[in-house]
């Protein structure tokens, strides 16, 4: 299913909420969820955690997890989204908000391993930690949160019950990800680049001026054609084929779990042919899937038509509804 919308533009590192800030709000009904912090997985001295937003009693419930964006390099669990949270207290929902360490001081192999744990924490301590049901549940993200929404498709088992990916990417070898970028501003010199990083493993940027310095790293990365190297420590152009497993695009078959994906035509962050070339192979593999195209989008559907853009959101919550019904 492809529909056609209409908006605009935002950049990967300040990106995670960009799209998610015409709230819907509470109800007077709505009773607030109760949130509490776990610590998913610990290496060596670094805590890796979850937020959860969970109702009160102790019924089962379904899950809806929550992936940060951020080019694998900056981000935080506590940039949710807020509609998807209010979604959940709606429908009283388990919300969950994943950290993951961050590049480049480790890689991609070490953060979809975060990813892996942090489903099988879910399922085994869920139940009882948290009331969460985990027959159902649905992961969804933005940009590198979108990527890794995409990648637990493959790398999770068991599988998630559906996937919601906002401008997301199914591929980290693509062309895209070695290619020199003029749209990401003021070139950053490799020296100022460099000291922002590096000194630990880092698993958020709440801290406001780590955020920047990474943000800076990233802009050097893009704008000199790094950031697949500078991510996975892989140089796919010399090791063809050593990046497949975490290229979701290349990992579809027919279980894959349905997704809804959101991209702007215009985005110079992340391709939209991106999202395309996931609908080609999931269509390839008869896997249910939904593209909802906004014509003219940048990168976070910034400056969009603001109908059009609520119009989107507005399926997208929908979406997880109807899986989690099921």
Not at 70 to 96: D, M, N, P, Y
Request: with cysteine; aromatic share 8%.
């Amino acid at each position: 299913m492809n529909l056609q919308f209409r908006s605009s533009c935002l950049c990967c590192v300040c990106l995670s909420l960009c799209l998610l800030t015409n709230s819907v709000g509470f109800s007077a009904d709505d009773k607030p969820l109760i949130k509490t912090t776990h610590v998913y997985k610990t290496v060596g001295d670094v805590k890796v955690e979850a937020d959860v937003y969970r109702p009160e009693g102790a019924e089962a419930r379904p899950v809806v997890v929550w992936i940060h964006g951020g080019a694998l390099i900056v981000g935080s669990r506590s940039q949710v989204h807020k509609q998807i949270l209010e979604l959940c207290t709606r429908e009283r929902f388990v919300f969950v908000s994943l950290d993951y360490r961050l590049a480049p001081e480790v890689k991609l192999p070490e953060i979809a391993a975060d990813v892996q744990d942090a489903f099988r924490w879910l399922h085994e301590q869920g139940p009882k930690l948290f009331g969460a049901d985990t027959r159902r549940i649905v992961v969804t993200g933005g940009s590198a949160g979108g990527f890794l929404t995409m990648l637990s498709g493959a790398i999770v088992t068991p599988k998630p019950t559906a996937l919601v990916a906002y401008w997301g990417y199914g591929d980290i070898d693509g062309e895209w990800t070695r290619s020199k970028s003029t749209h990401h501003g003021v070139p950053v010199p490799r020296d100022e680049a460099l000291a922002g990083v590096g000194k630990k493993v880092l698993t958020n940027t709440d801290d406001p001026a780590e955020g920047k310095a990474r943000g800076g790293y990233y802009r050097h990365l893009r704008q000199t054609g790094g950031w697949s190297l500078g991510v996975t420590g892989i140089e796919a152009e010399k090791e063809p084929g050593k990046l497949d497993r975490f290229c979701p695009v290349k990992q579809i078959t027919r279980d894959y779990p349905p997704i809804l994906m959101i991209h702007g035509t215009k985005d110079t962050d992340v391709p939209y042919f991106c999202s395309t070339d996931m609908a080609r192979e999931l269509t390839k593999h008869g896997v249910k899937h939904e593209l909802l195209t906004l014509e003219g989008a940048e990168h976070g559907l910034r400056d969009g038509d603001p109908k059009k853009v609520a119009e989107a959101n507005a399926r997208a919550l929908e979406f997880i509804k109807e899986q989690l019904a099921k």
